[in-house]
């Protein structure tokens, strides 16, 4: 069976015994991917069900750890761990220790001082999760850190693909925006590399990162060659007056915008969230029929019980593994 | 102009080394003998005198290493590196002199502050440390120190080192206010509207990782219009850390067009690139940034052939809690002193991309003829500034072996072939394994 890979830092000397972390999509394989969406799968099942509780995961520990405002993340990674009966409990930034100047690593090791079986972590750092793992006894979920990754968006985004349009392998995704500040599209580029999704990347000249080994264009015509559009929000905060990575934020929108126009009939639309309605989607898009960003909310839940679940156990899934949950 | 603390010269005979001194053109077994400090005898055999005898068969003995850039973190944070501890650091990896970088809290750009630094040196410096001045008042790029009066005070160069002097204008007056001083100014190359809020090279690494890039242009554009400057003013420079190929090329340009332009490169700069920032080791983030391979490749041909005259540590001592911290939030820098020598020993000597000889010029006699210092060297006559080398002997980089009172090294846990045997400055024992 293969498994999350733990990441080895090779310029330091050996750290404790592997355990298994979800930091980044560049730590998995093809076969991690599939085992993830066949346990999401299953537990979707089970949500079906009168009684959505599962046994699955009671008497374990998961903090969930944010030191960044989150809705959709931290809502599902805490909705993920109830139904599948393990405590949890839930640290922001604002209020704890953190505001007192306390570091990431004594935070991290205050927390490791209750033996929590999984911490997911958002930062505003890249390599903040790595930290994290590094210090404590915990599997580590990475639920964004900075700029660089957020695999269980990409995670959750394959499983709606998969979901929506029946398949992954040969779909042609186009993602639009400001691809050099997400590391939503890093995930994602990643992802789909491993499960063979053609991906082009789209969007102005400064927020196209150099060297990224990807398709890149500036071109928004480029969006109808694909099955889908992929929509990032335009982070505000980052195109204050003087950045300059684009004039302004209505010539993005002029230039850029997913518009009905845009669109081909019938072309499926996704965003991560949260919408900046009138700058990079158009409310007529954000809420026809093509879009599928409350799918993408409700396949959160179930790929992160399977992320939990996972690393958790890192046995096996499928049917033998709910038999297994409900007798426990 | 460089200053050690009181020490007594040593009689003493080294026996039976392979003396490497390429400036002399020394490469022989010999036997060196050592009265009061000096160098009084290198022959097949000499006469002991009655000295004490340090077998040195099978180690190689060469002039010992001078550092162009050190950062001592005195004054203001002695919590990271003292004058004393990061002396026997320099000790220990083979250092008779270093330069010490004038970015502290306060900056040293005041006669008053300098020679209070000279003072604590005399009375705790275990190898000849030298200091440079900063270019600008606080390092602010605004108005110039009083560099003459510095000088006078013992300010080896000028820096303002950790930060670019980002007015073109200002740069030229400093330039033609060197020939007064009759000092350099060593130059921190960086256009610092290229690498706002960034923290390693821009290229597929950053790219793929999501850091914001510090794209080679930054370095090379400033390296250009600094050289530019001191062809129209035909003043000397001294070219800090060069991280980029394209600034390796204009340094070489400038060179063979008659300025008299001088390059430095760091260890880490020669060994490693950007795909070592994948760790997200806080140990390898420093300014400049590790780059692409063919920038490394530029750099050590640039070190073979002699247009990069000096090899570098740039020891940045940091606290260990500030270095414990995700990548983007710890701070530029790495130590040095106590493994430059083996690292390059062991990654381009031993692998055959680096002659013995020019390592021990690149580290010995290249920078002290930069800044005008006495060369240590092999010869009679000569103040012994010596280093004994066990070429042969591994040894493993661990926290706790350091002198230094920092340890953000991105060299711990590896193994090195090449350990220093035997440090001695100004003619006596300064490190001893």
Redesign the interface.
């Known amino acids: 069976m293969t498994s999350i890979r733990l990441v080895k830092?090779?310029?330091?000397?050996p750290g404790p015994p592997s355990r298994r972390h979800l930091l980044s999509i560049?730590d998995l394989e093809r076969d991690d991917v599939e085992r993830l969406l066949g346990a999401a799968r299953t537990f979707a099942a089970s949500l079906d069900r009168e009684l959505k509780k599962l046994p699955t995961l009671k008497g374990r520990l998961v903090v969930n750890l944010f030191y960044e405002s989150s809705t959709r993340t931290s809502s599902s990674f805490e909705l993920a761990a109830k139904r599948l009966s393990a405590d949890t409990m839930t640290l922001k930034s604002a209020g704890s220790s953190v505001d007192k100047g306390e570091?990431?690593?004594d935070t991290a090791l205050t927390l490791g001082a209750y033996d929590p079986d999984v911490i997911v972590i958002r930062?505003p750092?890249?390599?903040?999760p790595?930290?994290v793992a590094d210090v404590t006894g915990a599997h580590i979920v990475n639920a964004g850190?900075?700029?660089?990754?957020h695999p269980t968006q990409a995670l959750l985004d394959l499983y709606t693909l998969q979901q929506e349009l029946g398949r992954l392998e040969g779909l042609h995704v186009a993602i639009v925006g400001d691809i050099l500040?997400s590391?939503v599209a890093?995930s994602l580029v990643q992802a789909f590399k491993l499960v063979g999704v053609r991906c082009t990347l789209v969007g102005p000249p400064a927020l196209l990162?150099?060297?990224?080994?990807a398709e890149m264009t500036t071109d928004i015509d480029a969006i109808r060659a694909a099955d889908v559009v992929y929509v990032l929000r335009m982070q505000n905060e980052r195109m204050e007056a003087g950045a300059n990575y684009v004039p302004s934020l209505r010539e993005y929108a002029a230039r850029w915008g997913i518009t009905p126009e845009r669109l081909r009939p019938g072309q499926k639309v996704m965003h991560p969230g949260p919408m900046n309605r009138g700058v990079e989607i158009d409310p007529r898009v954000a809420d026809s029929a093509d879009s599928l960003v409350e799918t993408q909310v409700r396949s959160g839940l179930v790929v992160r019980m399977a992320v939990l679940y996972d690393v958790l156990t890192g046995g096996p899934v499928g049917v033998r593994a709910l038999a297994a949950a409900e007798v426990a | 102009m460089l200053h050690v603390k009181e020490r007594t010269g040593e009689n003493l005979v080294l026996r039976g080394a392979r003396v490497v001194d390429p400036t002399e053109g020394i490469d022989r077994t010999h036997d060196v003998r050592i009265d009061n400090g000096v160098i009084a005898a290198v022959a097949e055999q000499v006469d002991t005198n009655e000295h004490r005898v340090v077998d040195a068969t099978g180690l190689v003995l060469a002039p010992a290493f001078v550092d162009p850039h050190v950062h001592l973190r005195t004054p203001g944070r002695e919590d990271e590196e003292t004058i004393a501890t990061g002396t026997a650091a320099a000790a220990a990896g083979g250092f008779c002199a270093i330069l010490a970088m004038p970015n502290t809290n306060p900056v040293i750009d005041s006669a008053a502050t300098l020679g209070a630094l000279v003072e604590t040196a005399r009375r705790e410096a275990e190898v000849q440390v030298g200091f440079l001045a900063a270019i600008t008042r606080r390092q602010h790029g605004e108005e110039l120190t009083e560099m003459a009066e510095l000088a006078d005070a013992g300010a080896v160069a000028f820096s303002d080192d950790g930060v670019p002097v980002a007015s073109a204008g200002l740069m030229r007056r400093a330039l033609q206010y060197s020939s007064v001083t009759g000092r350099q100014l060593a130059l921190h190359c960086e256009e610092s509207s290229l690498t706002h809020g960034s923290h390693v090279h821009e290229g597929a690494v950053s790219a793929e990782l999501g850091f914001a890039g510090y794209p080679s242009v930054a370095e090379s554009l400033m390296v250009e219009r600094d050289l530019a400057l001191a062809a129209y003013e035909n003043q000397p420079l001294h070219l800090l850390h060069l991280s980029a190929a394209e600034s390796v090329a204009a340094l070489r340009r400038a060179r063979e067009a008659g300025v008299r332009a001088s390059g430095e490169v760091t260890p880490h700069h020669l060994v490693l690139t950007d795909d070592a920032v994948r760790s997200l080791d806080a140990n390898v983030k420093m300014n400049p940034p590790l780059r692409a391979e063919r920038d490394r490749a530029a750099l050590l041909d640039a070190l073979r052939d002699g247009t990069i005259e000096a090899i570098a540590t740039d020891h940045a001592p940091h606290a260990r809690h500030e270095k414990e911290a995700p990548f983007e939030a710890a701070p530029f820098g790495v130590t040095g002193l106590e493994t430059a020598f083996a690292v390059l020993y062991t990654r381009l000597v031993r692998s055959g991309l680096l002659p013995l000889a020019t390592l021990v010029e690149r580290m010995s006699t290249g920078p002290a003829r930069i800044f005008g210092l006495d060369r240590p060297r092999v010869a009679v006559g000569a103040t012994a500034n010596l280093v004994l080398l066990d070429l042969d002997r591994e040894w493993q980089v661990r926290a706790d072996g350091f002198r230094s009172r920092s340890t953000n090294s991105w060299l711990l846990g590896e193994t090195l072939t090449g350990e220093i045997a035997l440090t001695i400055v100004s003619g006596a024992t300064a490190y001893i394994r």
């Open positions: 830092d090779e310029l330091r000397p560049a570091s990431l690593k930062h750092h890249i390599g903040a790595q930290l850190d900075g700029t660089h990754q500040h590391r890093r990162p150099r060297g990224l080994d």
